[in-house]
């Protein structure tokens, strides 16, 4: 068996395409521009190139896209007093910090402090329990995008198995709610679970969210399955060079599963256009209106 390769990339051009028609149904039904405000603190390298993908991809959907920087050295206080000012200003409708935070800065405290209302990242404790709860919620945008390339792939999920391989907050636990919510039976798999190969072998959905490299191997996953890989790991390669790989054995698992997202190009370019997509839902909620049927899938 070879896996079909579920085209993250493409999914997210698609995305893309339908936030920004969205963005201009919206501007010419209100004559409002959608805004987002990215904060960042700091010069962590990887942070500052997604930041930057994240503002171009913005600009090109139709938005506002408004970035603020602080030095590392800023305090919590002055973190908290620009998401005051950001929740407090009309033509923001989204506010993101960027993640991780220096060490003085309580992430925590950072978080609840945003509007849930402009919550697009999807954790602040009011979205993270209207989610639980099954209500509309601003949801986290990996596993949004998780789920909507499982439900592009497989349609109806009602009575699959799936297990999610890790815990966070930020892609374990929604991830698991969101499946809940398609009526899958569902297994969260961490540290502590007992022969965790076994308990994989099960699901007829793996998502793999623990960031250890190739950690998934081909006699974990039942044949036919479809694995979603969440992981982003850098690895040595020859030549003193270095590779990207998730947490799935990418070439052997793809002679078991039935359908499989590579790294790079399978989850990876769906967080930010679900970003975006949260983006454009925080602004038609602020507005009083409906984010389009094409973007609720």
């Not at 993101?96 to 602040?124: N, T, Y």
Request: glycine share 10%; charged share 20%; proline share 6%.
């Amino acid at each position: 068996m070879t896996a079909r390769i579920i085209d993250g990339k493409a999914a997210a051009d698609a995305l893309r395409s339908r936030v920004a028609a969205g963005v201009d149904a919206l501007r010419e039904a209100t004559g409002v521009q959608p805004g987002l405000a990215v904060v960042l603190v700091g010069e962590d390298p990887a942070s500052q190139v997604y930041v930057r993908s994240k503002a171009r991809q913005t600009v090109e959907a139709g938005m506002a896209s408004f970035e603020h920087r602080l030095p590392e050295t800023a305090s919590e206080a002055e973190v908290l007093a620009l998401v005051a000012r950001l929740n407090g200003d009309p033509a923001v409708h989204g506010v993101l910090v960027q993640l991780p935070l220096p060490a003085q800065i309580d992430s925590g405290r950072v978080i609840e402090a945003i509007d849930p209302a402009k919550d697009v990242d999807g954790f602040h404790p009011v979205n993270v329990g209207r989610l639980a709860s099954g209500q509309p919620a601003l949801v986290p945008c990996t596993p949004l995008g998780c789920a909507m390339l499982l439900r592009a792939e497989l349609g109806d999920m009602a009575g699959a198995e799936a297990v999610v391989l890790g815990r966070s907050g930020i892609v374990g636990k929604p991830m698991a709610q969101l499946l809940l919510a398609e009526s899958c039976t569902v297994t969260i798999a961490h540290s502590r679970t007992r022969d965790v190969p076994a308990v994989c072998r099960r699901a007829d959905i793996l998502v793999a969210a623990v960031g250890r490299p190739e950690m998934v191997r081909a006699d974990w996953v039942k044949p036919g399955a479809t694995v979603i890989d969440v992981g982003i790991n850098r690895i040595g390669a020859e030549g003193g060079k270095t590779r990207l790989v998730g947490d799935v054995a990418f070439i052997e698992v793809s002679e078991v599963a039935g359908a499989l997202t590579p790294v790079p190009g399978g989850v990876g370019p769906m967080t930010i256009a679900c970003l975006l997509r949260n983006a454009l839902a925080a602004a038609s909620a602020a507005l009083g209106r409906r984010l389009p049927g094409a973007l609720t899938d």
